[in-house]
């Protein structure tokens, strides 16, 4: 039985996450994106790879996406309307909610900004949300009769999962893009102790090990206050969901604490309305968000307003939110084409920004002129912030969380190369455990778990229960209860193997048992020297002396250990006596079973030698 | 496993009650509280006009059933703080020998308190989220309302309820004394006074909310998930996985629900034990004309299969729930056309949702500005609440949600002030926002809690004014304290519950290998014809016994150790393979593990077999031991009895022995240790063995 993980995306890069686990037979698809920094044909995850023919229902059993940001759902519509795949494809409430959006969001923005052909429509997104199948956090789907899938809370992004998916006794996890700390609005991401043969795990920040939140947002709101108070304008280039909420949880209250009066906009009716998504999906959001909620919904943003194209050029301070993220395109791009000249205003950009966007230019190096994608050049004199948290977990918490599911095999996907090389070195070598860190095309193969299936019969179950006391008396009493199963498998060839007791083989083969035990009447002392009880205490003693660890049981002229049975001979003349003994004297018949050969012939020596 | 079916309930307001055995652990299906009881209690009077009373009321139903008593009179009621109903053989249990608890709708948390304040209480409970919070919720609206007895008749300060004292006497009414002591006359002990807040929180405390289809394990060994049942918003099914099997419980259902997510199939499909818990049928009086006709399941193909699940789905009866709902709305319209106020109480979460959803919207469309109130202390909570939980609503109200629409309506018409919510009815904005006619929902059905007792009493005389009830209420004593009305009175039943004919065709559906039936329900229903199915009755308050389905139980050997184990081949028998195994039986999510134990390595040196079977000729084992260098010779010795069945051989060479073999077994008889293991490993030679 084994595991084929095919990297059709995010293999030694950040974007068009895709990843196609086989598991069994069963061929899963994990997230479909695209990716942000192309614009030929390398944007999408290069399908072919999984079926040269094209029958992607045949090749896949269902796809899975883990929440709704483009790098992760962007080739969605173009796989399902374009490609042709019919089959089932689950995601969470939120992710199935705000999919749409970023889709339309995304399509727009690429269609009016370079004028490009479209590479799915309005209808596309449409059609391929209908094929969705939303899911619950630990909703347990069986997708077919072998392979069953379970979302936990990854916190990432709101509706973002980590994905459990088990074919037999095999069992992954691909974590999608995750945080292990709680943030304002989001909780931390949260798992459960599994058996796993293989963790699939983003690896953004592989080498950074952030420290607390705290002095990153108070720097955040110290950037944004002085900016504003200076009279400019603050620009935050974001994506309408996730970071938006966020900070924007954070400016509204800092606002009402400092009692600033200065405008918040929200660019695009997109983020309102994203906000009113937030408001019904409660449930996926942090529980300091849900415990409040009842009284006073969060989302509800006392000091926010809409925004107006209008005001990109009207006089005052104000700040603003502005669509898309990374000043890839679109209308954050605009806005800061007019306020990126003058030296009151504020850019902070929030999260990670994809190579090739304006916002990785801005963020690496210090660039006094900007070339925008059309050819023109924009001077750049205002204030650049990088807002330093990001919703993506840390170096540390990918080893957090690694050690605490301690799969057999890791893979790292979602990250940059070098860093991933790094913290590939620490698991192998810290966590013991196998990492891999595959390019896009790659395939890595690893042996799965298996478990042979028998029934039991219910004399072993019981058997394995009943206690097994071990006293050792040292210096003090202990007393241990180590419960082995011991029993017997029976395989017939085309009948289902059977555990059995080891007194019910003969009964399971139809056959009669034979016992075969050991017999020597063993002389003890001479003629009529002592009372016969006196005698076994007596030998009872030099055996406990002698064999430790043993009970014996004592009884008129008998005494037993295990199964070896002694007994005061009565007779003349016993069969089991050696022919030199004479008959005079006493005699201990002995009888005992194999399995307890060795300790019958101690027991014989230390009657011997008390002779 | 056991099942005792502790009370059959009495519709939506009080759900059955079980107490299931199974592996050894004590599962309680449901706690509920028989709301309905405490009618027997008098509301907290508001104004003097108690006196007023009519005795020329033609139409009470409690007169034409009992002829030779006296008329029930509103005094007759009694006038004490009341108790509460709870399920009376629960009380015969030992609450702390109870394992889990498993709840199924928000119905059957409401008991719940009372079982966790005992502080032997150790189960684990299971609900899910969405029952935990509409539960919890009710509980303390249940709370907030009594409160106003406790106002009226001030502490109590003996443990002992003084209302009971009298109710023995002669001159009780025997409806009165049938509700208290019960049909057997030994009801008593189940009354309870109302748990606190305090009671609650710690309760809830104790809770373990899952998720939709959520799987969670019980001490390793019960693997539980809850599916929707379609009853109401949060209400489940339960499957319970564990090494002996599947098991089903299947509580009062909707299969098309316009609210709640409906009743979901496929997890249920093919279970060794079905429970079939739904006793709604027997509030209903409708028959089955001709038992059932047993769907024809000779071919059991996939399409067949979908055919009979679509034919559960049909639109049907959900079609006619929505009339219902559509001519309560226009009867409340009517009567606010000619003036005239209406008071709903009923607690069905989803009815309510969608009775808000539908008057509001027909009143929009109308020209009528007649304002909607709803008037209970949790109210806002629960209205906010149920637009944030997609996964337990209707596929309608999941796309609303998705397309970025409310999934209930009523959001908008309270932002639009056309829905005002009050926590109480002296709530200080209310008075200011009051205006009759209006149309107001209200607690409590029983009539006897909360803002509808005061609604009641200020309305009852208009006949213009119109008071929409649950079904089984006016039979009883409910509206007794408030006669004479000249309210006009609508008496809904709404379903809450499977239809029985379909009963059948349900079955043929899911497939269950044992389907456990109330006796009362197979009474009504003729089962007989379905082949498939094993059935068995179960009756209240009695235990019954199902035997074992799957024979033996599944263990899953780690590849690990099964790659340890040494072989034997048996002789004669090539198909047969045998092996010892040593190991650690572990219990993991209902399955059964066999892995490496401690002792592995020790156990592997003594690979000697340890049980033999067939039987050893004397001959061929002195040719053995020839030729291990041993010498004997065979004697013939005839048993005692004359059968010659017990040979002896005497070894001579290189030491003396005796070999003894028999049918039974081989002796072995020498005191030489050498000479023994030799012998032993030639017969072992001879025998199979392990």
Redesign the interface.
């Known amino acids: 039985m084994a595991i084929d993980c095919l990297i059709l995306g995010a293999g030694q890069e950040i974007g068009k996450s895709c990843v196609v686990v086989t598991i069994n037979g069963k061929k899963i698809m994990f997230d479909c994106g695209m990716h942000m920094g192309c614009d030929d044909h390398n944007r999408y995850p290069d399908f072919s790879l999984l079926s040269k023919t094209g029958d992607f229902d045949k090749e896949l059993s269902c796809i899975i996406i883990t929440h709704f940001h483009m790098d992760h759902v962007g080739a969605l519509p173009y796989f399902t309307e374009v490609c042709g795949y019919n089959g089932p494809i689950y995601m969470s409430?939120p992710t199935?909610?705000l999919s749409p959006l970023m889709l339309e969001d995304y399509r727009r923005v690429m269609v009016d900004r370079r004028g490009e052909e479209e590479l799915f429509t309005t209808t596309h997104i449409a059609n391929c949300m209908k094929k969705v199948i939303?899911l619950?956090?630990?909703?347990?789907?069986?997708v077919d009769q072998d392979l069953q899938i379970?979302g936990y809370y990854a916190g990432h992004v709101i509706g973002a999962v980590m994905v459990y998916a088990k074919v037999g006794?095999a069992a992954i996890v691909y974590t999608g893009d995750y945080n292990m700390t709680t943030d304002r609005h989001l909780g931390a991401a949260k798992i459960e102790r599994l058996q796993l043969d293989l963790l699939i795990s983003e690896s953004t920040y592989a080498t950074t090990i952030r420290g607390s939140k705290y002095p990153r947002e108070r720097e955040f709101l110290q950037a944004v206050h002085k900016c504003v108070a200076g009279g400019g304008k603050a620009l935050i280039p974001s994506f309408a969901l996730g970071r938006a909420q966020e900070l924007c949880m954070l400016l509204d209250d800092y606002w009402e604490r400092m009692n600033i009066k200065v405008p918040i906009y929200f660019s695009s009716g997109l983020t309102i309305?994203a906000n009113?998504?937030y408001k019904?999906?409660?449930?996926w959001t942090s529980q300091n968000v849900k415990e409040k909620?009842?009284t006073h919904n969060p989302f509800d943003f006392k000091n926010v307003k809409d925004f107006d194209r209008s005001l990109i050029h009207a006089p005052g301070p104000c700040v603003l939110f502005a669509t898309p993220g990374m000043l890839c395109a679109g209308f954050s791009l605009e806005v800061f084409k007019h306020w990126a000249p003058s030296p009151l205003n504020l850019v902070a950009l929030p999260g990670y920004s994809v190579a090739g966007t304006v916002g990785h230019k801005l963020m690496s190096g210090k660039p006094t002129t900007v070339d925008l994608y059309n050819g023109t050049k924009v001077d750049v004199r205002c204030k650049i912030h990088q807002v330093a948290f990001s919703p993506h977990t840390d170096a540390k918490g990918i080893m957090d969380l690694t050690k605490f599911l301690s799969p057999k095999n890791v893979v790292l996907v979602h990250g940059e190369k070098p860093s991933m090389m790094s913290l590939k070195d620490k698991i192998t070598s810290e966590l013991n455990i196998p990492c891999f860190v595959p390019a896009n095309g790659e395939t890595v193969s690893f042996t799965s778990?298996?478990?042979?299936?028998?029934?039991?019969?219910?004399t072993f179950?019981k058997s394995?229960?009943s206690p097994n006391f071990k006293f050792s008396n040292s210096t003090q009493l202990h007393v241990t209860d180590?419960?082995?199963?011991?029993?017997?498998?029976?395989?017939?060839?085309?009948k289902k193997s059977?555990?059995v007791h080891?007194?019910e083989?003969?009964e399971v083969?139809n056959?009669?048992?034979?016992?075969?035990?050991?017999?020597?009447c063993?002389p003890v002392k001479g003629k009529g020297e002592s009372e016969d009880v006196d005698l076994i205490k007596e030998l009872s003693e030099k055996i406990t002396e002698t064999v430790s660890g043993t009970q014996i049981h004592e009884s008129g002229n008998c005494l037993q250990v295990g199964s070896f049975k002694g007994t005061l001979c009565l007779k003349d003349k016993c069969?089991?006596r050696?022919?030199i003994s004479s008959s005079e004297g006493v005699f201990l018949c002995c009888?005992w079973?194999?399995?307890d050969?060795e300790l019958g012939?101690k027991i014989?020596n230390v009657i011997k030698q008390n002779l | 496993m056991k099942l005792t079916c502790l009370s059959k309930g009495d519709g939506f307001q009080y759900p059955p009650c079980h107490i299931l055995n199974l592996c050894g652990f004590r599962i309680l299906i449901d706690c509920p509280l028989d709301l309905l009881a405490i009618t027997i209690f008098s509301p907290v009077p508001c104004d003097v006009e108690a006196s007023e009373y009519s005795s020329l009321d033609a139409q009470n139903p409690v007169q034409k059933k009992q002829k030779l008593e006296r008329e029930m009179t509103p005094a007759d009621l009694v006038c004490a703080e009341p108790w509460y109903k709870t399920v009376k053989a629960l009380h015969l249990w030992e609450v702390s020998l109870i394992d889990v608890v498993l709840i199924s709708n928000p119905m059957g948390v409401l008991g719940l308190p009372f079982l966790t304040q005992n502080p032997g209480f150790c189960a684990k409970i299971y609900m899910t989220e969405a029952t935990a919070k509409i539960g919890q919720l009710m509980m303390e609206d249940l709370v907030s309302m009594h409160m106003e007895f406790r106002g009226f008749y001030g502490p109590e300060d003996s443990s002992f309820p003084g209302w009971m004292k009298n109710l023995d006497r002669e001159e009780v009414p025997a409806l009165l004394k049938k509700v208290v002591f019960g049909e057997s006359g030994d009801d008593l002990g189940s009354w309870m006074r109302l748990y606190s807040l305090d009671d609650i929180k710690s309760c809830m405390k104790k809770v373990q909310a899952v998720n939709y289809a959520e799987e969670v394990c019980y001490n390793g060994t019960l693997v539980m998930k809850a599916l929707s049942s379609g009853l109401d918003i949060g209400a489940c099914n339960w499957l319970i996985n564990g090494p002996h099997g599947s098991l089903s419980y299947v509580s009062d259902s909707i299969f098309v629900s316009h609210h709640a997510k409906s009743f979901d199939f496929h997890g249920l499909k093919g279970n060794d034990v079905m429970i079939y818990s739904d006793f709604s049928c027997l509030q209903s009086t409708e028959l089955t004309e001709n038992g059932c006709n047993s769907p024809d399941t000779a071919t059991n193909s996939e399409k067949k299969d979908e055919n009979l699940a679509a034919s559960l789905l049909d639109t049907e009866e959900s079609l006619e729930e929505l009339e219902k709902l559509a001519f309560v709305c226009s009867c409340a319209a009517e009567s606010a056309d000619a003036g005239g106020s209406t008071l709903i109480t009923i607690t069905q979460i989803g009815i309510v949702l969608q009775l808000l959803e539908l008057m509001s919207n027909s009143l929009e469309s109308s020209s009528l500005k007649v304002p909607i109130f709803v008037i209970s202390s949790v109210a806002e909570e629960l209205l906010a609440y149920t637009n944030t939980i997609p996964e337990w609503l209707c596929k309608q109200r999941q796309e609303k949600l998705i397309s970025g629409e409310p999934s209930f309506g009523h959001l908008k018409f309270i932002k639009d002030k056309k829905i005002h919510l009050f926590p109480a009815i002296h709530s200080p904005n209310l008075i200011t926002s009051w205006q009759e006619p209006c149309i107001v929902f209200a607690p409590h059905s029983s009539l006897r809690l909360g803002p509808s007792v005061q609604l009641l009493q200020r309305w009852r005389g208009d006949p213009k004014s119109l008071l929409v009830l649950e079904d089984g209420l006016s039979s009883g004593l409910g509206l007794l304290p408030f006669r004479p009305i000249a309210m006009k009175i609508l008496q809904c039943s709404f379903l809450s519950g499977i239809r029985l004919q379909k009963l059948p065709t349900l079955l043929s559906v899911l497939q269950p290998k044992r389907v456990l039936v109330p006796d009362v329900v197979n009474q009504r229903i003729n089962l007989t014809e379905i082949k498939t199915n094993s059935i068995l009755k179960y009756s209240e308050n009695k235990t019954l016994r199902v035997p074992r389905i799957t024979a033996n139980p599944d263990v899953e050997i780690m590849a690990e150790l099964a790659s340890k184990l040494s072989w034997r081949k048996l002789r004669q028998r090539e198909n047969f393979g045998i092996a010892r195994l040593k190991g650690e039986l572990l219990m993991k999510d209902g399955k059964y593990r066999l892995v490496s134990g401690l002792e592995q390595e020790e156990s592997s040196g003594k690979a000697r077999p340890l049980r033999h079977w067939g039987s050893v000729a004397p001959e061929t084992l002195v040719d053995a031991l020839l030729k291990m260098g041993i010498t004997g010779s065979v004697e013939h010795s005839t048993g005692e009895d004359g059968s010659e069945d017990n040979r002896i051989i005497h070894v001579t060479n290189p030491s003396s022995g005796l070999i003894e073999t028999s049918e039974m077994g081989t002796t072995i008889i020498t005191d030489d240790e050498n000479i023994a293991s030799q012998i032993f490993q030639a017969i072992d030679g001879i025998l199979d063995g392990i």
């Open positions: 409430y199935k909610a939303a619950d956090l630990k909703q347990t789907i069986q379970r006794d309305q009113m998504y019904m999906l409660i449930s909620h009842a778990t298996t478990f042979i299936k028998a029934t039991a019969s219910d179950l394995c229960s180590q419960r082995t199963a011991d029993g017997v498998l029976v395989v017939e060839k085309n059977k555990i080891q007194d083989v003969s083969l056959e009669k048992n034979h016992e075969v035990s050991l017999a020597y063993c069969v089991h050696s022919e009888n079973s194999v399995a050969l012939w014989i």
